[in-house]
């Protein structure tokens, strides 16, 4: 006599193995959040120092002082998101670690509900019970979560955000209502805000729902949708183009310059991660609005062959579509095994442990202690030197590359020498020197490989210009008068005019 595989006992059984997986991943994941803690990415103080001078009254400018606003942060969302830090007056960097990791707590919930509203006809209680629940632990055990919870960067909302698109367009199953097509191009048009490159996978949410629902009255709400959500874009498009005097963000003129496939490697080391790697491989014979999401996650994975982008610890750029990637791998792997009930007594348990595995096997401890160093040397090179600006009698300019901390922490003039925030550089980056010492800046900040003498460390920021630049300083009677290290081989040499 078989045993039914939805009795009672049994299914309890299996939300007690779920449950009790969750509750492990969760001390994990808030150990790794603990040992992590301090470190917060120099960039995110660029969208602090933005979101504090907004509510300060200076509109969307890097410097106060700047005639123009400047387009130099990623995410006017999250600008608006870090302006409770500053209008309750606490600090920026522990106000983002806390609300990213209520973002991070919320898609893990939502990738669980995702995948068991696509396995809810399921007959099988591994399949509606647990993979739900092993989905979000595995989320959660990816180590560079845990990076993107404490970074302070936009990155925790955006997947938050996809995941919640993801949801929609799976529960359109049920059919389209008129509040539920509202909701969803308001979803889309918050991806767009929140990071611009997730237009794409917006607009792949939106043809995977058109074309998988067969009643025309749905499909109409939908084109309804979409051209509102195309309709605010537009309109979003058209005002930061008339605001900022610039066609394109200023990132996109630093990162997308060259030709060539810039970010091929970055990609490969997303899809080696065993997890990521996993989950393609059971998203290929993904069918239905799964099959959809899992095209916009390789049409945005492919996007990022192209720019020449930072992309930072924890794979920060791509992190996004990951919540897609569980979602349809167990989704798909769900189905194929609710066909046969021994293959699902089999198999399941076997497939859940090895996610969980692959998850796990994401920890690096070297990039762990690399991180820990990282936010060590950030106050400590970085950060004293802008609190050593602030303590000066009277506010001046400096010229340095990495702007972030230094900016916020001293709230002098900076004169991006990469071109992140700086219109003129970034679009012609030829007129870097010119545009350096017309300001005549009180301190000029060059990294250097060696200490004893000035070697410029060329890294991704494509410091190259560094050496005339420091050729120029000397000329000008500028001279050293601070050498930092910030880590080994890498050595701030501050100038003073």
């Not at 990738?111 to 509606?128: P, W």
């Not at 997730?198 to 949708?225: G, H, Q």
């Not at 996610?355 to 690399?370: N, Q, R, Y």
């Not at 003129?424 to 010119?434: F, S, V």
Request: proline share 4%; net charge positive; glycine share 6%.
């Amino acid at each position: 006599m078989k045993s039914d595989p939805n009795s009672r006992v049994q299914r309890f059984g299996v939300a007690v193995v779920g449950v009790s997986i969750l509750l492990c991943a969760l001390a994990y994941f808030g150990f790794l959040y603990v040992s992590i803690w301090h470190y917060t990415m120099d960039d995110s103080y660029i969208s602090f120092r933005y979101s504090r001078n907004m509510i300060d009254g200076y509109g969307l400018r890097f410097n106060p002082t700047d005639a123009l606003p400047t387009e130099g942060f990623t995410s006017i969302l999250w600008l608006i998101a870090m302006a409770p830090a500053f209008l309750a007056k606490v600090p920026a960097d522990a106000f983002a670690k806390v609300i990213n990791l209520c973002f991070v707590l919320v898609t893990a919930l939502f990738i669980g509900f995702c995948i068991a509203k696509a396995t809810e006809k399921r007959k099988h209680a591994y399949l509606g019970i647990l993979f739900p629940l092993v989905g979000a632990s595995a989320y959660l055990c990816f180590f560079p979560v845990s990076i993107l919870s404490v970074s302070g960067m936009e990155t925790a909302l955006s997947a938050l955000l996809v995941t919640l698109g993801a949801y929609q367009v799976l529960r359109f199953e049920d059919g389209v209502r008129l509040s539920s097509a509202g909701v969803f191009a308001t979803t889309l048009l918050a991806m767009s805000l929140v990071r611009p490159d997730l237009s794409l996978l917006a607009v792949a949410m939106l043809l995977t729902v058109f074309f998988t629902t067969s009643r025309s009255e749905d499909k109409r709400l939908l084109i309804r949708s979409g051209l509102c959500y195309v309709l605010a874009g537009t309109l979003y498009f058209g005002w930061r183009w008339w605001y900022f005097s610039s066609f394109l963000p200023l990132p996109f003129y630093i990162k997308a310059a060259g030709s060539g496939l810039h970010g091929v490697d970055s990609v490969l080391g997303f899809l080696k991660e065993p997890l990521v790697a996993l989950t393609v491989a059971l998203s290929l014979i993904a069918t239905g609005k799964c099959r959809g999401l899992f095209l916009g996650a390789l049409a945005y994975m492919l996007f990022f062959t192209k720019p020449e982008h930072l992309m930072g610890e924890g794979h920060r750029f791509l992190m996004p579509i990951l919540p897609i990637l569980i979602v349809v791998g167990l989704s798909t792997a769900s189905k194929t095994l609710n066909k046969n009930t021994y293959k699902v007594a089999a198999a399941a348990p076997a497939l859940l442990t090895l996610l969980m595995i692959g998850s796990a096997m994401s920890i690096d401890p070297g990039e762990m202690t690399f991180l820990n160093a990282y936010a060590k040397a950030l106050k400590s090179t970085y950060g004293a030197i802008g609190e050593t600006l602030k303590n000066e009698s009277r506010s001046g300019v400096v010229a340095v590359s990495s702007v972030g901390l230094i900016s916020y922490t001293s709230n002098w003039s900076v004169i991006d020498m990469f071109g992140l925030c700086n219109a003129t550089i970034a679009k012609h980056p030829d007129e870097r020197l010119d545009v350096t010492f017309r300001s005549e800046p009180n301190y000029i900040i060059l990294v250097s490989s060696r200490r004893e003498r000035y070697t410029p460390y060329v890294s991704q920021h494509r410091s190259d210009f560094n050496q005339k630049i420091f050729d120029t300083a000397i000329e000008k009677d500028y001279h050293v008068t601070q050498i930092s290290e910030f880590l080994p081989g890498f050595y701030l040499f501050v100038l003073k005019r």
